[in-house]
């Protein structure tokens, strides 16, 4: 049919208009495909470009590293510097830096979208201020910042009523793959305008914590002045130039603030103060030389303070939430709590000579639920401060509420503007980062003064511990803020005393909606026991000294570090320091023992059995008993009894010995358990677990030594009789003799063998036994020496 279709003189069929008709199509799609892509014209480029490619942010990266004045009223210049980094592969040309202005926010959600979307290209930009007040650049190299800076009279921005303005910072210009002008990058902060003075200003109170670590350890050197001993030396670099809690003094002086402070963190610096000694390798310690630096800190503290309110926290901040879910089931651990606030205001008073508020608790991060709200009202505080992503406003309010509001139970609860509070976390560490956090914050304070004409009072509850540069910025916002037109500082103490609002909410959130991501940094169940089985042991050792103070002091202030909030999210370091103060305790209990007994050997009815009771503590321990008990009474009785006690009393270094009388019934061998107790029944320390061998003598045996006691009594007897006799027959003899002399023919004469000689007598009493009257033979001196294996003891 096409071929028919060529023949001249013949009409085309409709099949063949049809190919043609489809052919041409076909031949001028590409033609028309390129006019397509063909700008419509320069007017309309940026658009078309920002339909078509505004995905997110783009290519060219602008940065607001200032802007001032912050909150600007009638008659200021606005001057907005920073700098634009090409990020694409092609240089930008023709590139010039423009000032937006969009409408006023009229809602604090509406700040929060805009925030979020600071760089992305989709979104609203505003009009350009245009003229003379914007930053050309003839090329963006890529990879290569390059700084800008415009500075506009505020008359300029045709800004009207009070309000909350965005203001962009764009960058527009053309590549060469794309020769036509476009936005290519922009940044989006926030301009408060509020130039008169507000006929309601929002009473806000902002909290300034000072809250560290924990730093020093239960040990304390032996001397007079008890030395402390620190973890290591971290708190130097806190507390010396430019660190974050010397930042936090210094910014905070001229601030309106309310300090909340650590009572531990206080008596840490103090104790560095003096001297101090660092725990370095093993058991080894080296001295502290930043006694200048800590004594700096507490004389800048001082007199930042000075006419301020101060609140102080529980001693070492404890960690409330941890010990309403995991530590209220272990019995004492609330004790700790009570412990730790009783010694909060006598802490502060001492150091920073100022009366503090002990009456405000402060969960982590406010966040809340009855449990946490029955413990931290179980010390004494009657006011908790919580946040408002925790209380959550579930009414029909159109506007925030102020923060105090009942909550039962006589308890208040002052409820921190989430989005004010959470402000300055994350990393600021860069000026562009900083700005924006400050123009949010003020924009968000300036909104919700807009919100209502009514008097409110605002609470501002930052993070814990901020870094040094957090602290900047926030002292920057501060600043400005109360150096605006909308705003008054006001007192903690104040605003807890506030009317509440009365539509505000008051029921507290139930423990299932407590946060997630805050339970898994929880102190566990395991170191509420730990803590509680520390503090018994400190107790039972504590009666026994002459001057428990030495102990008590150091040892209650561990016990307290160990639930402190600053162990959050770091289980190892935590668990480490807590076995640590266990250990460090059972080794000063264990200087107060019983020394080891052998066997002990009793040949007899009854005798006296030695104890030693060694002392190697510098101080002496008395309010012991000792107590001596036989596993078999029928066998061996202890002073009558199936055990005895003794008082003990031993002085620092020191040993003593107890003797214990025993009377045997029955031969054999008998266990006796030794052990010390204290005077209220409570065992300290081990037992030590000897035997006592009991040999007993019989009748028959008592019979025969009885009987040779007789026969040796009835020898000498006999003896002094027969040497009576020869005394007497001599006597005779000498007699004889002189009156022989005198008669020499009267007397006959006596034979010569007949006659005693002086040979036979001195053989005669040579062979005569020991009298009684003969001196004792020389015998050693008793040895002093503990009884060794096999010992005998005094009968």
Do not use: C
Request: hydrophobic share 40%; proline share 6%.
């Amino acid at each position: 049919m096409a071929e028919a279709a060529d023949f001249p003189g013949m009409t085309p069929s409709p099949a063949r208009r049809w190919l043609r008709r489809t052919g041409a199509l076909l031949a001028g799609a590409p033609l028309l495909a390129g006019l397509l892509q063909l700008p419509a014209s320069p007017a309309h480029a940026e658009d078309q470009a920002s339909a078509k490619e505004a995905s997110g942010a783009g290519t060219v990266a602008v940065a607001v590293d200032s802007l001032t004045p912050s909150a600007p009223t009638d008659g200021d210049t606005l001057t907005v510097s920073g700098t634009v980094t090409n990020n694409g592969k092609q240089a930008v040309t023709d590139a010039h830096v423009d000032l937006r202005v969009g409408a006023a926010l009229t809602t604090r959600s509406a700040i929060e979208t805009t925030a979020k979307r600071a760089d992305d290209l989709s979104g609203t930009a505003g009009s350009r201020v245009g003229g003379k007040y914007v930053a050309k650049f003839a090329e963006l190299t890529p990879g290569v910042a390059q700084p800008f800076s415009i500075s506009v009279p505020v008359d300029e921005l045709d800004l009207k009523d009070d309000g909350v303005y965005p203001l962009g910072v764009s960058l527009s210009g053309e590549t060469a793959a794309k020769p036509w002008e476009r936005m290519l990058g922009i940044q989006r902060t926030f301009l408060p305008w509020h130039p008169e003075e507000a006929d309601t200003a929002t009473k806000t109170t902002v909290l300034w914590p000072l809250v560290s670590t924990v730093h020093m350890t239960a040990e304390t050197g032996s001397n007079e002045q008890q030395t402390p001993i620190f973890l290591n030396d971290d708190l130097a670099e806190e507390i010396g130039p430019g660190g974050r809690l010397d930042q936090l003094v210094s910014l905070g002086k001229d601030l309106d603030v309310t300090w909340v402070v650590d009572p531990d963190l206080l008596a840490s610096v103090d104790a560095m103060a003096g001297r101090y000694d660092v725990r370095g390798e093993g058991t080894n310690t080296e001295a502290g030389e930043h006694q200048a630096v800590a004594k700096q800190w507490l004389a800048a503290l001082q007199s930042a303070v000075e006419g301020k309110e101060v609140v102080a926290l529980p001693f070492a901040d404890p960690d409330l939430a941890s010990l309403a879910h995991n530590g209220t089931g272990v019995t004492g651990s609330l004790s700790q709590l009570e412990a730790a606030t009783d010694v909060a205001a006598t802490t502060v008073e001492t150091v920073l000579h100022v009366t503090p508020s002990t009456d405000f608790a402060w969960p982590v991060d406010g966040a809340v639920d009855p449990s946490i709200v029955k413990v931290a009202t179980s010390a004494g505080a009657d006011k908790v401060i919580a946040r408002s992503d925790s209380l959550r406003e579930t009414g029909s309010l159109s506007y925030t509420p102020s923060a105090a509001r009942p909550i039962g139970g006589g308890t208040t609860a002052l409820v921190a503007d989430a989005r004010l509070s959470t402000a300055f976390q994350g990393d600021l560490t860069r000026a562009s980062t900083s700005t924006l956090a400050v123009q949010e914050f003020l924009a968000e304070s300036l909104a919700l003064n807009l919100q209502t004409s009514k008097q409110r009072s605002i609470v501002v509850a930052p993070q814990r511990m901020p870094t040094a540069r957090q602290a900047q910025v926030m002292a920057e916002a501060v600043t400005a803020l109360q150096g605006g037109t909308w705003s008054q500082f006001q007192q903690l103490t104040a605003t807890a005393a506030a009317k509440p609002d009365p539509g505000a909410t008051t029921k507290v959130p139930s423990r299932s909606k407590y946060p997630s991501s805050l339970r898994k940094k929880e102190l566990p169940r395991s170191a509420f026991e730990n803590i509680v089985a520390t503090q018994s042991k400190l107790d039972n050792f504590k009666v026994i000294l002459t001057d428990e103070s030495r102990v008590v002091t150091p040892f209650g202030r561990a016990v307290n570090r160990e639930m402190s909030t600053s162990w959050r999210g770091r289980a190892t370091p935590a668990s480490a320091f807590r076995q640590g103060v266990q250990d460090y305790l059972d080794t000063l209990a264990d200087q107060v023992k019983l020394i080891q007994k052998s066997e002990t050997k009793l040949s007899g009815r009854s005798a006296t059995i030695p104890v030693t009771v060694q002392n190697n503590l510098v101080q002496g321990v008395e309010h012991l008993v000792l107590r001596l008990t036989s596993t078999n009474p029928t066998r061996l009785e202890i002073g009558g009894e199936a055990y005895f006690e003794q008082p003990i009393a031993v002085s620092g270094g020191h040993s003593t010995t107890v003797k214990f009388t025993t009377s045997a019934n029955v031969n054999g061998q008998t266990a006796v358990v030794a052990q010390l107790y204290t005077e209220d029944g409570r065992e300290y320390g081990a037992p030590v677990t000897f035997d006592v061998k009991v040999t007993e003598i019989t009748a028959t045996v008592m019979l025969v030594i009885g009987g040779g006691v007789l026969l040796l009594v009835l020898a000498g007897f006999r003896m002094y009789t027969q040497r009576k006799r020869a005394a007497a027959r001599d006597a005779d003899e000498d007699a004889s003799e002189e009156a022989g002399e005198a008669d020499d023919t009267a007397a006959p004469r006596q034979d010569a063998e007949d006659r005693p000689t002086a040979e036979s007598g001195e053989r005669s009493r040579a062979d005569d036994p020991m009298q009684p009257s003969d001196g004792p033979p020389d015998t050693a001196a008793e040895s002093t020496d503990p009884s060794g294996t096999g010992e005998r003891v005094d009968r």
